[in-house]
Nanobody, 124 residues
């Protein structure tokens, strides 16, 4: 059974950097598309970044393009989201998601495995 565990959230000053990670277990990591989504307080869950299981490069939401970098560590079965130039509007709970043989879409409904989330708070 696939399990996703996020880590690395915390409190960071605006302009700073933070990396959140997702540890994958219970399946063949290389055959899963991975995605990051976030949900701010009182807001709907929104797409952040994703990569398909065969995709050469990640897809990013316009709001994070150029600031966030999504990478996969196949040796450790982990998906990492490096976040730079953070702003208060990036404050949210960040969720890792996985879909077997997925294309790495930005639609949350395409993912059938989710982590519990890790909270990121950016203060000015």
């Amino acid at each position: 059974q696939v399990q996703l565990v996020e880590s690395g959230g915390g409190l960071v000053q605006a302009g700073g950097s933070l990396t959140v990670s997702c540890r994958f277990s219970g399946g063949a990591f290389k055959t899963y598309a991975m995605g990051w989504f976030r949900q701010g307080q009182g807001k709907e869950r929104e797409f952040v970044a994703a990569i398909g299981w065969t995709a050469p490069r990640p897809l990013y939401a316009d709001s994070v393009k150029g600031r966030f970098t999504f990478s996969r560590d196949f040796a450790k079965d982990m998906a990492n989201l490096q976040m730079n130039s953070l702003a208060p509007e990036d404050t949210a709970v960040y969720y890792c998601a996985a879909e077997e043989l997925g294309s790495g879409s930005g639609r949350s409904n395409d993912y059938n495995h989710w982590g519990q989330g890790t909270r990121v708070t950016v203060y000015s």
